[in-house]
């Protein structure tokens, strides 16, 4: 009975607070607001947003940032994956990029910028020996006015997720026969790639790509960490304008969350625009019986990057902790001249609180992504009917819809029952973010279970819920620990949801670690930006320790 609960309180939970949300934004974009006045239907509050001073430079901005991100990002997964698939460095760097997925952005945001500063690290290593630098050079290289480096702080972090969609979708089709195939008609093998497995591999992980275009475009704690700031993109406007104390402005930033999913959607038609250019160029490629045989520096550039973006992110992740523990430290020199617990002891106080928050929304929102998507695939197996597309887009709607687009209704809707900055509000809020990357983490590992265990089972009598309770979620433990894990370093890293429903009065380390990025003390963000960093790596730790300590008499288990 209970399973039968699964699919309909999923569909509930993902398109619910989206749908009620986007309404909540579009009515009082237009002038409907009754609480403040709004009667009536007008244009006026968008005419408004429009001849605002840099809107459209704002707009650009974010426009641009979810192009060009998935654009890169994609473009050296999918070289990487044609170059390299198969081989021991594959399965190496495999290994070295899927820890990152956990890194929250904010965290990864700040590492990158502690990087490339004029003061960063980047710049102490070759200086002054190969720059002749003896204090940090004039050069506007976090915030700069194109958002070069706010797309570029993307990039690195998206390319972890696209890696592992593609990874997950790659068994599905036969790679080695038609690698095979390809290099028996004489094609290179990233030409062969192309014409032969990235058709079918791109078309089960385009909707991982729109999700990387809606938040690239749409995302605020890595724009107001990296981004420009005259004008900031879009999204950092937008929470500027939602947080002002003149109730009036709730019009107006309805109007701009109104134009953020415009712009969102338009970054998706643009992009759906360029597929087909793109497979225009493949086939004419392909009619011309060009074969590119020589490609083995494609493939290597395509390591090159993939090795670059790992190591940058670990670099920034260094680097963070190295500054948190950092006494005098003036340039250029490479190290500090002393090392010191004060910066930790002084945020300890204050740390307190935001840590609490953080685990108790983090832990709870996990656990109830974790039972619902257990009943989803519990009620998957009972009816043999497994997620087609449709499902697959429901799972993938709270990561194609800009957050601003609907946070800002969901706000509202909160502040009118009353419900606004309360714990169950919050949790909900994160519980739409997390159930997609549960589900997404968990769905493939659930159904590769080989059945043979429950037929045995079953033909010594044993029931659906003895099985279920005594074998089949025993031997999964491993998946649905890792699963919940992924989930939990999801919520962690939510930061507009949280300023939003929490209403600047549930405050978590992400929040605290945003809000200090204005401020000069690297001491104090390092505190705040390793901490979020380190909360993840204990949940991946806990899944990878309990399975190996509960079957640690049990060899086969342990793999």
Known sequence: MLPRLGPPLAVILLTGPILAGLLGTLLPAFGYLPALGGTGFTLDHIGELLARPGIMMSALISLAAGLVTAAISLGIVALFIAGWAGTKAFSRIQHLISPLLSVPHAAAAFGFAFLIAPSGMISRLISPGLTGWQRPPDLLIVNDPMGLSMMAGLIVKEIPFLLLIALAALPQIDLARTRALSASLGYGRIAGFIHGVWPPLYRQIRLAVFAVIAFSSSVVDVAAILGPTTPAPLAVRLVGWMSDPELSMRFFASAGALLQLCITALAIIIWIGLEHIGAAMRDHLCDRGL?????????????????????????????????????????????????????????????????????????????????????????????????????????????????????????????????????????????????????????????????????????????????????????????????????????????????????????????????????????????????QMLLPVIGFAVATLVPALIFRHRRAMRV
């Open 291 to 531: 074969r590119f045989r020589r490609d083995a520096w494609l493939a290597r550039a395509a390591l090159v990057a993939m090795i670059t973006s790992a190591l940058t992110i670990f670099a920034g992740l260094a680097t963070l902790a190295l500054w948190s523990f950092a006494g005098l430290w003036q340039f250029p020199n490479a190290l500090p001249d002393s090392f010191t617990a004060s910066a930790w002891m002084k945020t300890a106080p204050r740390i307190a609180a935001p840590l609490a928050t953080t685990l108790l929304v983090a832990t709870l929102s996990t656990l109830l992504a974790v039972a619902l998507t257990l009943l989803c695939l519990i009620r998957e197996d009972e009816t043999g009917k497994r997620a087609g597309r449709r499902a697959l887009f429901l799972i993938y709607l709270p990561l194609l819809v800009p957050q601003a687009a609907f946070l800002f209704g969901l706000q509202l809707i909160f502040v009118g029952t009353g419900t606004v900055a309360s714990l169950p509000a919050l949790v909900l809020a994160h519980l739409v973010f997390v159930m997609p990357y549960v589900f997404l983490s968990l769905g493939d590992p659930w159904r590769a279970f080989d059945r043979r265990y429950e037929a045995v089972a079953a033909g010594l009598g044993k029931s659906r819920a003895a099985t279920l309770l005594r074998i089949r979620l025993p031997m999964m433990l491993r998946a649905i620990l890792v699963a919940a894990a992924v989930g939990f370093a999801v919520s962690i890293g939510q930061y507009l949801p949280t300023v939003l429903i929490g209403a600047g009065r549930l405050e978590t380390i992400t929040t605290e670690a945003v809000a200090l990025a204005s401020g000069g003390n690297r001491r104090i963000i390092g505190v705040y930006a390793f901490l």
